[in-house]
């Protein structure tokens, strides 16, 4: 990056940073401008709805929010109603929040410019991050992530290769298969490494129906080709995941989509020394936060992905947690109470179902946790030495 | 290789740019990335690795992985999978890790 | 065998098909969702109160059939395009099946094509009777295949006969 010399350097000051425009972001500033609050919207793309403005698929999830509809269109509506809203939420598109020091101060680049911002409560909702897969040449052009796959053909209306081999058979990748096809594109096999298919069965049906066979128990050995991808080995593998000798072969393709799993987008996180706790199931280091989506800095709430990776239709929810609660640490209302549990509800029941099982380990590992810890300081406190 | 007809979704292309790829004169459009254009055009190794000198194409398209690294108009380590089509980009495959004084 | 690479396969569950007299009466709506997810469209969309009410969002959708009448609202409703609608009384010798299909080319009324069944195999030849593309139907097509009464319950999807020369569209790519 060029250095500029003219740079003009003032604090900036906002009651609410909000980091991410995806649902959890835009729930979160709508909420926290609704409670009467000065709002700061924040998102290093050049538009609103994150994950949601590549989905063209009718979206799962319950009536009385956004089921049925389509990804890109709840994005849409999700930034209408931030138009439409009571307040004004201040919008910073192409605007990446680089870090956060000791003082509270977040580091924001827009235009190659670099200023701080200085929020009294911060909501992190800056998504996932897609996860790499081990195998040999898996640097060759051709090697892409699903979301990147996304970005190029739904975005951008450009295809990724002619001939695709997807590893993953979770939603992401079953989804990304079927939209793959709509946009004119082979699916040679849907590869996953466990015994069972992973998403949706509804969704695994989409793809089956075009012919596209999933191979359970299968994974990538590697990708051949010299400048870019030209085919790919794959192979049988045991319980362990271990590759069975022998089940070897060689499948023609032009472009091996990665559908592995997301990780939390954290880094922001981290710099403020939230403390951070490893749950596999939620998709690896995510914060330590309560019930009201308030991490162990009380000024800093999560929301979303990056709380731990699950549903657009639980990011909503849980950023309107987080907007409500942050706001309500600033302003007093009476009804919050009443919205907060209206929420926990709702997403109780959102992760009621058989999918939704590992969220529920994943969650129950973090309320320990935090129960835990909530003991530890009490207990110095109280003057006790720390268990 | 561009979507022609999609059943969802109907994209609307911007005016049409001229850029030049290692000097090859390509054409994308306005309101794409870099890469996006490069793709559309059959390019898909974008650079090499720096230490054992491997092709290298994009990978995540969010501008995180920094596996897009080329020289835009003399400035090299530019994301180009975030970096938006400009008329008359020149734009070229960078060699090592790029010189980041240069301003040729 | 549901979760492994099986398809789902609807006699195995009981809230798959009606019995066979009430096949025999008229249109019905064949839901193939067969996994708790937290979802709820169809049950919402039915004008009949066919789809029994859920308790919570991630029930699974049961029709009671004296009330369903192959409208086929839940279809079109249906993120999961889990929903067919089938008629068996079409005709003598043929069974009408309506599916809900995303891509192109799409075919048009009177066309014969090509039907698959739940793995995307070719069961039968099918005509094409309508399309119906309506705007509330939100980019989610339904097409009308009459098909051999025998194959009514297999068959899922449809593809352009080969060598039709409008499926040269289907691909933006050459396959390799
Ligand atoms: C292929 C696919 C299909 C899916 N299908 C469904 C579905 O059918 N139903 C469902 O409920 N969910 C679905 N999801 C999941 C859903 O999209 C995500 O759970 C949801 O988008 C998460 O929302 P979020 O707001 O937490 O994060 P995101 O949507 O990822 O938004 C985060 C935003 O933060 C921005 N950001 C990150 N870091 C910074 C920074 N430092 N500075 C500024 N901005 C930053 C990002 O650019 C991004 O715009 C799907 C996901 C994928 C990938
Ligand atoms: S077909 Fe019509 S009547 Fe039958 S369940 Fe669906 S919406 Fe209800
Ligand atoms: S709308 Fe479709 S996917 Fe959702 S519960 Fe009903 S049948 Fe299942
Ligand atoms: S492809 Fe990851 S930064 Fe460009």
Redesign the interface.
């Known amino acids: 990056m060029r250095c500029k010399r003219e740079r003009v350097i003032f604090l900036q000051q906002t009651e609410i940073a909000v980091v991410g425009g995806g649902p959890a972001g835009l729930a979160a500033a709508l909420e926290a401008v609704k409670m009467g609050c000065q709002v700061t919207l924040i998102d290093r793309h050049a538009f609103l709805g994150g994950q949601l403005v590549k989905q063209t698929h009718k979206f799962f999830g319950s009536s009385k929010q956004y089921a049925g509809i389509r990804g890109i269109d709840i994005a849409k509506r999700l930034a209408g109603d931030l138009d439409s809203g009571p307040g004004k939420v201040s919008l910073e598109l192409n605007t990446t929040v680089l870090g956060y020091y000791d003082d509270g101060v977040l580091l924001v680049e827009k235009d190659e410019r670099v200023s701080p911002l200085f929020p009294e409560r911060i909501i992190v909702a800056t998504g996932a991050m897609e996860k790499m897969l081990l195998f040999r040449n898996n640097d060759l052009p051709g090697v892409y992530g699903a979301g990147a796959v996304q970005t190029l053909m739904n975005l951008y209306g450009v295809v990724p290769g002619c001939r695709v081999l997807m590893i993953g058979a979770g939603n992401i990748g079953l989804i990304v298969s079927y939209q793959l096809l709509q946009a004119g594109v082979e699916v040679a096999a849907i590869v996953e490494g466990d015994t069972r298919i992973g998403g949706y069965l509804v969704h695994a049906a989409k793809v089956q129906r075009s012919g596209i066979p999933i191979y359970t128990s299968h994974t990538i050995l590697e990708a051949t080709g010299e400048n870019c991808v030209e085919g790919a080995v794959i192979c049988q593998v045991d319980e362990k995941w271990q590759p069975l000798a022998g089940t070897e072969r060689e499948i023609a393709v032009d472009v091996i989509c990665l559908a592995v799993g997301l990780t939390p987008l954290t880094e922001l996180l981290r710099q403020a020394g939230c403390e951070m706790y490893y749950v596999p199931e939620l998709g690896g280091y995510v914060p330590l936060r309560d019930e009201n989506m308030q991490t162990t800095l009380p000024h800093i709430f999560v929301a979303g992905d990056a709380a731990g990776v699950e549903e657009a239709s639980i990011a909503m929810v849980e950023g309107k947690i987080a907007g409500i609660s942050a706001a309500g640490s600033l302003r007093s209302c009476t009804k919050i109470d009443g919205l907060l549990e209206a929420c926990r509800q709702e997403l109780h029941e959102l992760r009621a179902g058989d999918t939704g099982d590992k969220s529920r380990r994943g969650l129950e590992k973090l309320r320990k946790t935090m129960e835990k810890r909530k003991y530890a300081e009490k207990d110095e406190s109280t003057g006790l030495l720390r268990a | 290789m561009r979507v022609i007809q999609h059943p969802i979704l109907h994209f609307q292309r911007g005016r049409e740019i001229k850029f030049t790829f290692n000097g090859r004169e390509l054409t994308g459009y306005e309101g794409e990335t870099i890469a996006a254009a490069l793709h559309a055009s059959g390019v898909r190794a974008l650079g090499h690795s720096p230490r054992l000198n491997r092709p290298r194409g994009f990978f995540c398209a969010t501008g995180n992985c920094s596996s897009c690294l080329m020289k835009v108009n003399g400035i090299a380590n530019v994301r180009v999978c975030i970096t938006p089509l400009q008329e008359g980009a020149v734009v070229e495959v960078q060699k090592g890790k790029g010189d980041i004084l240069a301003t040729d | 065998m549901?979760?492994?690479?099986k398809?789902?396969a609807f006699y195995e569950h009981k809230n798959g098909l009606p019995h066979a007299e009430r096949m025999l009466q008229g249109p019905f709506a064949l839901i193939?969702?067969?996994?708790?997810?937290?979802?709820?469209?169809c049950?919402?969309?039915c004008p009949r109160e066919a789809i029994k009410t859920f308790q919570?969002?991630?029930d699974l959708p049961e029709i009671d059939y004296d009330r369903c009448n192959g409208c086929g609202r839940c279809l079109s409703?249906?993120?999961?395009?889990?929903i067919v609608i089938i008629d068996s009384t079409f005709s003598l010798q043929e069974g009408l099946v309506k599916i809900p299909f995303?891509?192109?080319?799409?075919p048009v009324a009177g066309d014969v094509v090509e039907a698959?069944?739940?793995?995307?195999?070719v069961v039968c030849r099918a005509r094409v009777l309508k399309v119906e593309n309506a705007q509330w139907q939100?980019?989610?097509p339904v097409i009308w295949l009459t098909v051999p009464k025998e194959h009514v319950l297999d068959v899922?999807?449809l593809r352009l006969i080969q060598g039709d020369e409008r499926d040269g569209?289907?691909?933006?790519?050459?396959?390799?």
Not at chain 3, 32 to 41: A, F, G, M, S
Not at chain 3, 77 to 82: D, E, I, N, R
Not at chain 3, 102 to 106: A, D, G, I, K, T
Not at chain 3, 169 to 176: E, S
Request: glycine share 6%.
């Open positions: 549901l979760k492994k690479t398809v789902p193939e969702c067969y996994q708790r997810i937290p979802c709820d469209p049950q919402y969309a919570d969002i991630n409703k249906c993120p999961g395009l889990a995303e891509f192109l080319p799409l698959l069944n739940r793995e995307g195999r939100d980019r989610t899922r999807n569209g289907r691909y933006n790519c050459l396959p390799l």
